[in-house]
């Protein structure tokens, strides 16, 4: 054996530690396991003893208290008892990239739940990631076409841009991510669906993104029955496959269904761990937490993560806190409305009160002309809603709004869009020129 081969090995026998420190189960608050005699950092992985799993629960150190380790389990508590043995790894939670991943659903560790083979082998990375530095992101110069008209031609989006979805419940969040991931023109879409009901994870991958949009995907899932800690920590690893995809000069599509749901399982943490509730019962953990996440997409030095994040509003209150946090971080909203979706109007996306921040970066004055002479239209009818509903507008009074209701049909035939119909960005530009060309 070599000289310098004989030191390292050496080396790694001494590092080895032999004794693995063991710490003792204190007592169970709520979600939070109490645990004494053990020294970890945040993060660390935990193994609690168990004597009904022989491969014991699985947890991670969330906080402390005094010389007390506060752990939350991945899994369910039942059946912990106090005393019980826990060791530590010392290592964090890592996530498996590689393109052999597209096309296939996996949980929080990177485990297969597609009822298709195991991951073979492949490259595991932290789930934290490294946000880009300022200064090394590329300029955003360029339209990224999502294929959803309504998207393209009013809210346009750019490459490594971020937005907000804004809705309530069941007004098409789902629908409108199926079709971006359907029809962009993005290399790799990665999906973090988090805190989702178990039903609707299947009826997504299925319906909404269907087997093209899956074929060239990473799904992530943890569903809202897991722990709160899991939900955080499949956000993460979603983000993680993304930058190593971008990193890989991909252009990548990522959305997250919901930012809400993600925010209220690091309100669960933080008040387990014994921080004070401050706004509408959210620690202040929950505000630091989304921008570490979401300032995580964009633009980097080699290529651009596009990025969606879904915000799911208490009564269809656009203000409430974790929309305003979310709002505050990205470069802009889409806005679902109910009134829309009653209607039968799909995607039911209120154009005007949905704005992106990049626009006029990358669109042409063409195209800006038009978008705004739609939009004043329909907030010419807005404006007259009462008087033309009870019959007091007289036609020819106002030239404008004569037109503006003449267009009315063709602007909301425009506006609403199958799931499975894919509109080329050309395609809807020709056809919003259409709508303000004279005599239309």
């Keep these: 054996m070599s000289a310098p081969l004989f030191d390292r090995t050496r080396q790694a026998i001494q590092s080895v530690d032999l004794i693995r420190p063991v710490g003792h189960v204190r007592q169970v608050v709520g979600t939070v396991v109490e645990?004494?005699?053990?020294?970890?950092?945040?993060?660390?992985?935990?193994r609690i003893r168990h004597r009904r799993q022989e491969s014991g629960i699985l947890a991670e150190v969330i906080g402390f208290r005094d010389d007390t380790l506060l752990l939350m389990p991945y899994t369910d508590l039942e059946g912990i008892a106090s005393g019980y043995q826990v060791t530590t790894s010392g290592e964090t939670l890592r996530v498996p990239v590689g393109p052999h991943l597209l096309g296939r659903v996996i949980d929080a560790f990177g485990n297969v739940i597609d009822g298709g083979p195991p991951l073979a082998g492949g490259e595991r990375v932290g789930r934290r990631g490294r946000t880009p530095s300022p200064l090394s992101r590329q300029r955003i110069d360029s339209a990224q076409r999502t294929g959803v008209r309504a998207i393209d031609a009013f809210i346009t989006c750019a490459k490594g841009q971020r937005l907000g979805i804004f809705a309530g419940s069941g007004v098409g969040k789902s629908v409108l991510l199926g079709m971006i991931s359907r029809h962009s023109d993005a290399d790799v879409n990665v999906v973090a669906l988090i805190g989702e009901r178990g039903r609707e994870v299947r009826e997504f991958i299925e319906e909404d993104l269907g087997p093209d949009g899956l074929k060239r995907?990473?799904?992530?899932?943890?569903?809202?029955?897991?722990?709160?800690?899991?939900?955080?920590?499949?956000?993460?690893?979603?983000?993680?496959?993304?930058?190593w995809f971008r990193d890989?000069?991909?252009?990548?599509?990522?959305?997250?269904d919901s930012a809400t749901r993600y925010a209220m399982a690091q309100r669960e943490i933080g008040l387990a761990a014994g921080e004070p509730p401050t706004t509408k019962g959210y620690p202040p953990s929950t505000f630091?937490?989304?921008?570490?996440?979401l300032e995580r997409a964009g633009t980097s030095a080699i290529n651009a993560m596009t990025a969606f994040f879904t915000v799911l509003v208490e009564g269809d209150d656009m203000n409430e806190p974790v929309g305003d946090a979310v709002r505050s971080i990205v470069d802009g909203h889409i806005v679902l409305t109910r009134d829309l979706a009653r209607r039968g109007h799909y995607p039911a996306i209120d154009v005007m009160g949905s704005v992106s921040r990049l626009m006029q970066k990358i669109a042409s004055e063409e195209h800006l002309s038009s978008s705004q002479h739609i939009l004043g239209?329909?907030?010419?009818l807005e404006e007259n809603q009462d008087l033309i509903t009870i019959g007091a507008y007289k036609p020819g009074n106002n030239h404008e709004l004569d037109a503006a209701l003449a267009a009315k049909p063709r602007i909301e035939q425009f506006l609403r869009q199958g799931l499975e119909d894919h509109v080329p960005m050309a395609q809807t530009l020709a056809e919003l020129a259409a709508l303000t060309a004279p005599g239309a």
């Design 288 to 293: 630091a937490q989304l921008p570490r996440l």
């Design 217 to 243: 995907s990473v799904v992530v899932v943890a569903t809202s029955d897991e722990s709160p800690v899991l939900r955080i920590r499949a956000a993460e690893s979603a983000m993680a496959i993304g930058e």
């Design 248 to 256: 890989r000069d991909h252009n990548v599509m990522f959305m997250m």
């Design 377 to 380: 239209q329909l907030k010419l």
């Design 35 to 46: 645990v004494e005699g053990l020294a970890a950092s945040l993060g660390d992985l935990c």
